[in-house]
């Protein structure tokens, strides 16, 4: 009886196998989802059926409002024929029909009227988009305040805090500056390709959702949604994964423990990857997009070129100063440090801090010790007592939006003292000043705290220009205490102070593990004689991040013809083709037309470099710089009636502009 159960059971198992191997053979085959196939977008929309609770949480974010088509139900602002006044210009809204139009003055300075197509935002102000021509798309100059009107809201006002620029100043809205296509899409929808055409000068931009869905931070779901379709034992035996490109599993199996003789949280496990800080980064972040096709779960810096902390954009201390967003701050951060990520603090679907109030903070810092007046020295549940108002302080940008500082540092009155920055305290006590905010800070704790951060002050020589600014920057460059994005920022730093010092620092630094370091690194290099890069920079050529490989094939580019190594040669040729597809991704920006055009100077290709400095004046017929080469690539090429007209038309564009009648007075000197 068992021997023939048995045998009826073996040709049941058997059939399973079959039947299993079948169901493999189906999944592996040509055109099945396990090919290697790139995926591709499928759309928000296909997430939601499985993920409802996700898309719930996503739909009262901002992410999911960050751009929409206009209509009644997506414009906030008043189209009813009222008025704004701003710098000259009176701009009318009013709707034609199903149209909300805006009458403005347009790219030659003559009142237009332009159909809004698309909103930017819900809170605390909207802005509008509309299309110029040629597939250009571009923000209007005027916002709607979406506040209450009990806080000055419910209006519209100008985003152009200074006089009115004029037509053809690439700051005014109509110009290159403010077009969407270059400077806002990649962040406001998602699988955005910018589509650039060199040949009209006109854009074809696409998007596979026009705001920032699933797929922004996931990655392109087309082989997620065909592995789904599988029975689960299957996925598991035939893939590690889901399927979708950006694996954000560092918060996975991780605790933050608070034990009873600790004040904060430790992690469980070290953080030993970025991916999801990168992820926000592509678009919280100030940064340079250097190369197409970016999708989340890419290595960042093969597609982002970051800012780091200098003059202008960041205080000495690196507190934000210009609009920098969230990620060169994050990076300086004490939290980071420790492990932080950004969904430890922000829900990642609603894009909602996790907890209202200091409870965020509460998750890791002990609110015995932090959330009292022992700590704080404020008054409970008041302004003061907030975590963030201390540690996170804001700068209004736009006007009416401000954004919070996500360094989380230790205020520091007495730097504000000392070195003129700002300071928390001053954000509620401007009437009483740095000295007195930094006398009382002192009398509470008995010292002054002094904080993570501590490159205020070599930063600060720097900005000022004093001697020994390269000492102190090397200081910090060398002190491997300090955050990769503070090391960086002082390499920079560096390539304005070349001696010995500097040149050091990049031959060491130009091997670190960081690519935001030999990055950094290379850019010493920029003010020393080619001979004395290449040691330094021909290595880089074969970097494993596209943005070092791209400051590498730059600084070598002078050199490259004494390359003699097939190696080196071949390095440099796949560089300067990655350096030239970059620019020409870029071409839409008269900036990277000039340096496209360098490049080619550099390379001994003159015809093709002049051709770049042309195309940048048609782009910007001001452009100083792009006069001064063209005219240097004539005079290299013996063509001096052609160099002198050249200078004569950008002073006729330009005029009294000294580098040109500089440049005209030396022509005339040794004509």
């Not at 396990?34 to 992410?63: D, L, M, N, R, Y």
């Not at 414009?75 to 008025?83: A, E, K, P, S």
């Not at 003061?384 to 919070?404: E, K, N, S």
């Not at 002198?644 to 009294?656: H, Q, S």
């Amino acid at each position: 009886m068992r021997f023939r159960r048995r045998a009826v059971v073996i040709p049941a198992l058997a059939a399973i196998t079959l039947a299993v191997v079948a169901t493999l053979a189906r999944i592996i085959a040509p055109g099945g989802p396990s090919t290697g196939a790139a995926a591709e977008f499928v759309g928000g929309s296909a997430c939601a059926p499985c993920h409802a609770a996700a898309a719930a949480g996503w739909k009262s974010s901002q992410h999911a409002v960050a751009m929409q088509d206009a209509g009644p139900a997506t414009i906030l602002g008043r189209f009813d024929g009222v008025r704004l006044s701003s710098g000259g210009v009176t701009t009318a809204f009013f709707r034609r029909g199903d149209q909300y139009v805006v009458r403005t003055a347009g790219a030659d300075g003559a009142l237009r009227d332009f159909e809004v197509r698309y909103t930017f935002g819900v809170w605390p102000l909207q802005q509008y988009l509309a299309e110029i021509g040629g597939g250009r798309i571009q923000t209007l100059p005027m916002a709607w305040d979406a506040r209450p009107a009990a806080a000055g809201g419910q209006r519209w006002f100008s985003l152009d805090d200074r006089e009115r620029l004029a037509p053809g100043n690439d700051l005014h809205w109509a110009g290159r500056a403010r077009n969407w296509n270059h400077m806002c899409a990649d962040c406001h929808s998602t699988g955005v390709r910018k589509g650039y055409d060199a040949a009209t000068d006109g854009f074809r931009t696409a998007w596979s959702d026009i705001n920032v869905a699933c797929e922004a931070c996931h990655g392109p779901g087309s082989t997620h949604v065909a592995r789904m379709k599988y029975p689960t034992w299957v996925r598991r035996l035939s893939w590690h994964d889901g399927g979708l490109p950006a694996q954000l599993t560092e918060r996975q199996g991780v605790r933050w423990s608070l034990d009873s003789a600790a004040r904060t949280a430790q992690r469980s496990t070290a953080r030993t990857s970025d991916r999801e800080i990168e992820t926000c980064a592509q678009c919280h972040a100030g940064r340079l997009h250097v190369a197409d096709g970016y999708t989340a779960g890419a290595p960042w810096m093969d597609f982002y070129d970051p800012e780091l902390l200098v003059a202008d954009l960041y205080h000495p201390d690196g507190q934000q100063q210009a609009e920098v967003y969230t990620y060169a701050s994050f990076l300086q951060s004490k939290m980071y440090f420790v492990g932080v990520t950004c969904a430890d603090c922000h829900d990642p679907h609603t894009a909602k801090p996790r907890q209202p109030g200091n409870a965020v903070c509460a998750q890791c810092h002990r609110p015995a010790v932090y959330d009292t007046a022992a700590h704080h020295f404020h008054k409970s549940a008041s302004t003061g007592a907030q975590c963030v108002a201390c540690h996170m302080p804001t700068t209004t940008y736009m006007l009416i939006d401000p954004r919070h500082d996500h360094s989380m540092r230790v205020p520091r009155p007495d730097l504000s003292v000392s070195m003129g920055v700002p300071n928390a305290c001053g954000s509620c006590h401007a009437d009483k000043g740095a000295q007195w905010a930094a006398t009382q800070v002192r009398a509470w704790y008995g010292k002054t705290p002094a904080g993570y951060q501590r490159f205020a002050g070599a930063f600060a020589v720097d900005d000022r220009g004093e001697a020994g600014a390269a000492d102190s920057l090397s200081a910090v460059a060398n002190d491997p205490s300090q955050p990769a994005i503070v090391r960086a920022s002082a390499l920079t730093r560096l390539g304005s102070h070349p001696g010995p010092t500097a040149l050091l620092a990049a031959r060491r630094w130009s091997r670190d593990p960081s690519a935001l370091v030999r990055r950094a690194a290379l850019q010493i290099l920029e003010t020393f004689p080619a001979a004395e890069r290449r040691d330094i920079a021909v290595p880089l050529l074969t970097d494993k991040t596209l943005a070092v490989r791209l400051e590498a094939a730059w600084l070598v580019a002078p050199l490259a013809d004494s390359l003699t190594l097939p190696a080196e040669q071949h390095a440099f040729a796949a560089a300067a083709k990655e350096f030239v597809g970059s620019a020409r991704y870029n071409a839409d920006r008269t900036l990277s037309r000039i340096t496209l055009g360098s490049f080619y100077a550099f390379r001994g290709r003159l015809d093709s470099a002049a051709t770049e400095f042309r195309a940048a004046l048609r782009q910007d017929s001001r452009s100083v710089q792009a006069y001064l080469y063209l005219a240097e690539v004539f005079r290299v090429q013996g063509r001096m009636a052609e160099r002198e007209r050249t200078i004569r038309d950008g002073l006729k564009a330009v005029p009294n502009d000294r580098e040109l009648l500089s440049a005209l007075a030396a022509f005339q000197r040794v004509r």
